[in-house]
């Protein structure tokens, strides 16, 4: 594998995982930061502990108490000048998001794109925080709503995507007038220094408060940590929905506040009016994109009786030319798997798929044949299954896709919302009552919904979350901006009397 971009972006054999205002002398236990391509040590990162994280919560509070002075249009000029910056390590970066997650490299390089693209959306969102003005019912008075910056944001993230997600925050919270402290998953640990080391190197060059604070390290303490600290007003957590209960439950317990972004169980509904290739396409990316190991991956195909048969066998044509390999080379459609874990919960779910009577009808092994040495490749799979399954109403990380064929638009609309999770959906078909019936509120109960486009690929200038076991959290674009600041509503008497709301008389 070729090194350089670590070069590039500074990324050395050994690494300290904690900034404050400076670089810390960790305190926590060695990290080995490893290729899935191939198992090779990419570097090692010192991990915070908790005098570090302390270290870091204090300055990151002291940079919000000065970049909350600063106007937003000028925190706009400091994250404009950072997508800048992320447009000249564009290729470096994206390279490292490839070689430490394993995800092909036109989609590190897309993830690095997807930053630029939010920081774009920030800089103008800093001339756009606008509040209301109402209508007093007292004479001589006006009231009127404002945002104010809300403080230091937590944001923790996820391996697949380790860049976008604190870009999606953190790009936001700092036009809103925030501070942040990224706890990246350990499993990226690389990607997060680097990118921190691209937003900080701008903070210095503007003479700006350091505001985006970072700790590597595992869940307890350091997560636990942040996710219990009065300081810290708001946790923006993206994982597992077992460690979103667990966020919920503690950030609750001191009435902070919490958006989640947790699992998916996505699903696209295909009509016989569907155009059959647009759907395929879409089914091939949504299921095997990211090795299927995104949060909107498509798990679930619910597929009309009448074409069943034809896509099931467009889907099998498809199936068999999608590559398997080093992610990094040209020509590659899907890189491996995170870790062995993953591999073997992927393979779990299969046999149980069998024990619950399901079919396995293509793929679905371990892949160690054409592809590195020392990684974690498998093949995706094709599975016939029933709606009612178990294992189908779980989410398994992997590129398992399971097909299911009905009869009736509304039954099968009740099937796909049976699931506990709610992120991500779409509908096949060119007929419009179809369509607009999937979007009513008597049809998808996922937060994104979609006509003739796939589950994945959010667009920045959406909201992005979900319903239910996804957690209720929405972060990029629309007005997502507001779960980073207060609102406060004013009320100014201009007038010589006191008059009460409600006409209430109080005295003479």
Known sequence: MDRTFLDVLGIGESNSGAYSDQWLEAQGPQLECRSPIDGSLLGTVTCGGLGDYEKVVTSTHAAFQEWRTWPAPLRGEVVRRIGEALREHKDPLGRLVTAEMGKILPEGLGEVQEMIDIADFSVGLSRQLYGLT?????????????????GVVGCISAFNFPVAVWSWNALV???????????????????????????????????????????VGDADPIGEALIADRRVPLISATGSCRMGRRVAEVVGQRLGRSLLELGGNNAIVVTENADLD??????????????????TTTRRLFIHESVADELEAQLISAYGQVTIGDPLEDGILMGPLINDESVE???????????????VILGGNRRTESVPAGG?????????????????????????????????????????????????????TRDVQESEKFLSAVGSDCGIANVNIGTSGAEIGG????????????????DSWKAYMRRQTCTINYSKELPLAQGIQFGS
């Open 134 to 150: 109402m209508h007093s019912e007292r004479p001589g008075h006006r009231m009127y709503e404002q945002w104010h910056p809300l």
């Open 278 to 295: 647009l759907a395929t396409r879409a089914v091939l990316f949504g299921a095997c994109g990211t090795s299927g190991q995104r949060c």
């Open 463 to 478: 909201a992005f979350g979900g319903e239910k076991d996804t957690g209720g959290g929405r972060e990029s674009g629309s």
């Open 376 to 428: 974690h490749y498998v093949e995706p799979a094709l599975v016939r299954a029933r709606h009612d399954m178990k294992i189908v109403h779980e989410e398994t990380f992997a590129p398992i896709l399971y097909l299911m064929r009905y009869s009736d638009l509304d039954e099968v609309i009740d099937w796909h919302n049976e699931v506990p999770q709610g992120l991500s959906s779409a509908i096949f």
């Open 173 to 215: 919270a700092a036009a809103c007038g925030d501070a942040v402290i990224w706890k990246p998953s350990p499993a990226t640990a690389l990607c997060a220094i680097a990118t921190h080391k691209i937003a900080q190197k701008v903070l210095d060059e503007m003479d700006a408060p350091p505001i985006f604070g970072l700790i």
């Open 345 to 359: 919960n992927m393979l779990s779910a299969l046999t149980q798929v069998v024990e619950e009577g399901g079919e």
